[in-house]
């Protein structure tokens, strides 16, 4: 089944640990995303590549940087992250720019 | 600022019974109207989007759009526990921009 694919589902880091998470998909889609979720939130937008045009939400603090090599792959890197950046990261696709969002099942990242 | 609006909830129904959940969203010019269902610790899901005004119906969820009220809908007809997750509204505006509500939490108890 075409779907979106986030490795690892769970991930614990240290305090000032640089971390990837990654996201793939199989559906083909020009856009992918990637949102910070906290409890009882709204998901965040971070930034989004329209192939491979980047854009970074103003917001997004330089701690957070993104790659995507390719149509099917897309990583997100915490260089530093704090204990404000514990959340959930969801990826997400769609064919065109905010049109219906698939979602990947979420990486929860833990800091200690 | 654009904001989408939504009763954090929860919003506590019988099964059986229809749950309406709501979201108000403050850019006129707003094109597409997304409701995405999200499980406890799960990621969203999406069930339905409405682009016109009126009503979309998908089995047992209807969406209903007003623009001149700027105001969209859910409705869970025969609501069933499983049905209980927090849903989200998410608009895209004038800008092209997607913006998400913060979720409604819905319980439908046995």
């Known amino acids: 089944d075409a779907m979106v694919i986030q490795n690892p589902r769970y991930q614990v880091t240290q305090f000032g640990k640089p971390v990837t998470l990654s996201c793939s998909q199989t559906?083909?889609?020009?856009?992918m995303y990637w949102y910070q979720q906290k409890s009882s939130q709204a998901p965040k937008l971070l930034f989004h590549?329209?192939?491979?045009?980047?854009?970074n939400e103003a917001d997004t603090p330089d701690n957070f940087q993104s790659r995507r090599p390719n149509t099917s792959f897309c990583f997100l890197d915490i260089r530093s992250p704090g204990l404000g950046d514990a959340a959930m990261y969801l990826c997400?696709?769609?064919?065109?720019?905010?049109?219906?969002?698939?979602f990947g099942s979420g990486t929860q990242l833990s800091v200690l | 600022q654009k904001e989408v609006e939504q009763n954090s909830g929860p919003l506590s129904v019988p099964e059986g019974a229809i749950a309406s959940l709501n979201c108000t969203y403050s850019?006129?010019?707003?094109?597409?109207f997304f409701w995405y269902r999200q499980y406890s610790g799960k990621s969203p899901e999406l069930i339905m989007s409405?682009?016109?005004?009126g009503d979309k119906e998908d089995g047992r969820f209807t969406a209903q759009l007003n623009k001149a009220s700027q105001y969209v809908s859910l409705l869970i007809r025969d609501s069933q526990p499983s049905d209980s997750a927090t849903y989200l509204c998410?608009?895209?505006?004038?800008?092209?921009?997607?913006?998400f509500g913060g979720g409604t939490r819905l319980m439908v108890k046995p």
């Open positions: 559906l083909n889609h020009n856009v």
């Open positions: 997400a696709t769609s064919r065109g720019e905010y049109e219906k969002l698939f």
């Open positions: 998410a608009v895209k505006g004038a800008g092209n921009m997607l913006t």
């Open positions: 850019d006129r010019g707003s094109q597409s």
């Open positions: 590549y329209y192939d491979k045009d980047f854009n």
């Open positions: 409405i682009y016109s005004n």
